[in-house]
């Protein structure tokens, strides 16, 4: 029996369907994320299934053109969900919609084996003028590259300097493992006596310091955040309810610590860029958001690095920005992929300007800010 | 005249999907899905060889088992494509 559409008519019945998430669907879709996504037996917290509602289904830009999908599978159960984010952005004045899609799951790839692809390839062909997914694994990613759309190095890697190596290598280690939390004493007496001996590989920037620091929330770090994301050819086209609303759901995530809020101004007070990031003592910090005004990346990267220190951590890392790359290096950070940032568009304008490193398409602009990147839900 | 798309089908499957399990060969029935020889990946390679390489538009809706599932149905899907788009 040959399933193909034909003019005019409807398509005939499939053995499996990709429709709109709709609310009945959390509990199943909150179930699937915890076995295929947390790898747990568990069944799924009331908070995951309550997270889910409110960042996919009442997200205050919520577009029902641009909507996560479930797949139901011949049983007529939810098998396969992917993710959808609305992120409406701006190039050069002009309007453009973006759809941000992630969480890409199927519970029985093999009684189900197209899920994956029918999600995938249902949200690429949307409405939309950019699809963007941020946090794509190696499974995914293979998936977007036989679609046509590679993986973007220069949004893509991971960016880590430490501090304290061997707090580091214990702070790694208790990621997976937390009783090797109980190592960080020990690691923290290695640091001190092993100091003098990788200090010339590891000293950050003795100059002068020639920043100020001044902590921002509410309405200061709103006003901030635009204003600085505007110096992106390609940006998020924010307003401020929907900013806030994106950091209050930032600022829950507490598996790397508190979250830190700074503008970075030059001594006379001119704004020159802000970072976000998550730290805690003998912990490694994660930065949220990190932006600059040209030519003062390297400044900005300075004085994240030294709030981060101060914090306790033992390092620190984020997602590059194509222009921070080479501050980064100079700051003697190394890089790594874990997952990966891949674009779709049609759009040749869209397309050039984000390979040439003039768009704002990650971090608080994708999910990086929402908690199921990243946080735990108990 | 309408061309027969199974050869071509047949060799893409083998020399994409084949070496990956260590086999030589597959029948023009056998399940593609069901023994593991094709996964999500492995049907978008072969959906952007059949619209690129065939020449044929594949709705999503349209990537279906009953669709996609052994060389046979994979060639009887694209030749009924071929077919609708040539009346």
Redesign the interface.
């Known amino acids: 029996m040959l399933h193909v559409e034909k003019q005019g008519n409807a398509p005939l019945a499939s053995a499996a369907d990709i429709r709109p998430l709709e609310r009945s669907d959390i509990p199943s879709v909150a179930a699937l994320y915890q076995k295929v996504l947390l790898r747990s037996n568990k069944p799924a917290p009331t908070s995951l299934g309550t997270y889910l509602e409110e960042v996919f289904l009442d997200h205050p830009r919520f577009d029902a053109e641009l909507p996560s999908r479930v797949c139901i599978d011949a049983k007529g159960a939810v098998d396969g969900f992917i993710g959808v984010l609305p992120a409406p952005m701006m190039l050069n004045g002009k309007s453009v919609r973006a759809a941000v899609a992630g969480s890409l799951m199927v519970g029985n790839p093999a009684e189900n084996p197209l899920a994956g692809a029918r999600l995938l390839r249902s949200v690429r062909s949307g409405p939309q003028d950019l699809s963007i997914s941020e946090t794509a694994n190696d499974v995914s990613m293979g998936m977007w590259e036989q679609l046509g759309d590679p993986a973007l190095p220069q949004y893509s890697l991971q960016w880590v300097r430490v501090f304290r190596p061997a707090g580091f290598a214990t702070a790694a280690l208790a990621e997976r493992f937390a009783a090797a939390r109980l190592l960080r004493p020990i690691a923290s007496l290695t640091d001190t006596v092993a100091r003098p001996l990788y200090r010339g590989a590891l000293a950050t920037d003795e100059k002068p310091k020639r920043y100020r620091l001044k902590p921002l929330e509410g309405p200061e770090l709103i006003a901030c955040l635009l204003e600085l994301s505007k110096l992106h050819a390609l940006h998020p086209d924010w307003d401020e309810e929907a900013l806030h609303w994106m950091l209050d759901h930032a600022a829950c995530k507490r598996r790397h610590g508190a979250m830190h809020s700074h503008a970075v101004e030059s001594p006379g007070g001119k704004l020159l860029g802000c970072h976000i990031c998550f730290a805690r003592p003998g912990g490694i910090a994660w930065t949220l958001q990190l932006l600059a005004a040209p030519k003062a990346e390297a400044t900005v990267i300075a004085s994240l690095l030294d709030h981060a220190q101060q914090t306790g951590a033992v390092a620190i890392r984020g997602r590059v920005m194509p222009r921070m790359v080479g501050p980064l290096m100079r700051q003697k950070a190394f890089f790594l992929c874990n997952a990966s940032t891949v674009i779709h568009t049609k759009n040749a304008e869209i397309q050039a300007t984000i390979d040439a490193g003039d768009a704002f398409i990650t971090g608080l602009a994708a999910e990086s800010w929402i908690r199921l990147i990243g946080d735990r839900f108990e | 005249m309408q061309v027969d798309v199974r050869s071509d089908v047949r060799e893409f499957i083998v020399d994409n999907f084949l070496f990956r399990e260590d086999r030589e060969t597959v029948s023009d029935t056998e399940s593609l899905?069901e023994n593991?020889l094709?996964?999500?990946?492995g049907?978008?390679?072969l959906?952007?060889f059949l619209e690129s390489d065939i020449g044929i538009e594949i709705?999503?809706?349209?990537?279906?088992?009953?669709?996609?599932d052994s060389i046979e149905n994979i060639s009887?899907?694209a030749n009924?494509?071929l077919s609708?788009n040539s009346n």
């Open positions: 899905l593991g094709m996964d999500s990946t049907v978008l390679e959906v952007a709705q999503d809706n349209e990537i279906v088992p009953e669709n996609f009887n899907y009924a494509k609708k």
